[in-house]
């Protein structure tokens, strides 16, 4: 499979094809495309501690954390002042015809993993909000 054109060379390193249930914050309910643009995309001109990560997608393998961000991201100063509504949480599984994989934990959300999705592939329909 083909990685997108604005991937960084020898992105993603170790990732792997393996179907995961996984979770996601999304805006649409039914999921739409535009809720799986990685963030490389939908903020230009940002500058991210790691290009690659940014290409992927953030989902989580436990619920609780895929919680925890979505309470993190309603009570931000950012969603606040632009009057943004809480995300919805759609649980989907990862595909290895649709993309690649890797365990990105962080310190509060330990169940982080990062969806690198091949090019011209679309993962909306793999995802249903819970």
């Known amino acids: 499979m083909v990685w997108p054109d604005y991937f960084p060379k020898e ?22 495309e535009s809720d799986f643009i990685p963030n490389f995309i939908s903020q230009p001109g940002r500058k991210f501690s790691d290009d690659c990560q940014a290409c992927g997608l953030s989902v989580f ?4 954390d895929a919680i925890h961000q979505n309470n993190v991201l309603a009570e931000s100063i950012y969603f ?5 509504p809480k995300k919805k949480i759609a649980k989907g599984i990862s595909n290895s015809k649709f993309g690649q994989i890797k365990d990105t934990p962080a310190r509060e959300h330990t169940s982080h993993v990062t969806y690198w999705v091949f090019k011209d592939k679309n993962i909306e329909s793999h995802f249903k909000v819970i």
């Open 11 to 32: 992105c993603p390193i170790g990732a792997k094809g393996k179907e995961i249930e996984v979770y996601r914050l999304v805006d649409n309910d039914p999921p739409t």
């Open 61 to 64: 393998k436990n619920l609780d």
């Open 80 to 84: 606040q002042r632009k009057g943004l």
